[in-house]
């Protein structure tokens, strides 16, 4: 593997992303720069006028976040990470290589002009029934919705949303001749890592 190599690893949520992207940074010794971690700093940071989905998130409330309509919600996660993106791009060019990169901010779209070889980036992306039930387990989902006045429909409004962006990820994946693994439960983290190590030629 060329030592400046910069690899991707996007999807939806509850895809097991993450977990996989641990187990091929320490496989095979690649510096792993995890997008989620500056999400809370750059909406913090983030400008009204060139930035305004991400900076109406500073003030906003839980109903504002979770009981908007879950197709609604699906834009305007997609918008936040089109905002976004340019903030993840300086912190990538600057981080130690070879490189793997982690996050659902990987849109399809702002990734493709990015690679050299479509092998650089795959997706991860969980079908409506794993994401359910494994999102169920999360013990700190409760917190997350605690101050909802309607948690019920907001947790059934944040899992619509997320299956919607899910299939959006997948049919942009293919639109860009991109490789999704769907994750349905039929296979384990570490037989994932591995269907993604071989596509990234790891192994």
């Keep these: 593997m060329n030592k400046d190599a910069i690899l991707y690893l996007g999807g939806s949520p509850c895809?097991?992303?993450?977990?996989?992207?641990?187990?091929?940074?320490a496989r095979y010794s690649l510096n792993y720069l995890r997008l989620d971690d500056k999400l809370d700093s750059h909406i913090q940071s983030?400008?009204?006028?060139?930035?305004?989905?991400?900076?109406?998130?500073r003030e906003a409330t839980c109903d504002e976040i979770w009981l908007m309509q879950p197709t609604q919600q699906a834009r305007r996660e997609i918008q936040f990470y089109l905002e976004e993106f340019?903030?993840?791009?300086?912190?990538?060019?600057?981080?130690?290589?070879?490189?793997?990169?982690?996050?659902?901010?990987l849109l399809p779209c702002l990734v493709a002009p990015l690679i050299s070889t479509k092998q650089d980036v795959i997706?991860?992306?969980p079908t409506a029934q794993f994401q359910r039930k494994h999102y169920s387990q999360r013990p700190w989902v409760a917190d997350v919705l605690r101050d909802c006045s309607d948690p019920e429909q907001a947790f059934d409004n944040w899992m619509r949303r997320d299956e919607l962006f899910a299939r959006w990820v997948r049919r942009s994946a293919l639109f860009h001749g991109l490789q999704t693994i769907i994750v349905d439960g039929s296979y384990d983290i570490n037989a994932h890592a591995q269907m993604a190590a071989q596509h990234f030629g790891l192994a």
């Design 15 to 25: 895809a097991g992303k993450s977990s996989v992207a641990e187990i091929l940074a």
């Design 46 to 57: 983030a400008s009204p006028d060139t930035q305004p989905i991400m900076a109406s998130l």
């Design 86 to 105: 340019p903030l993840h791009q300086q912190d990538i060019l600057q981080a130690q290589k070879p490189l793997l990169v982690e996050a659902a901010a």
């Design 123 to 125: 997706y991860m992306v």
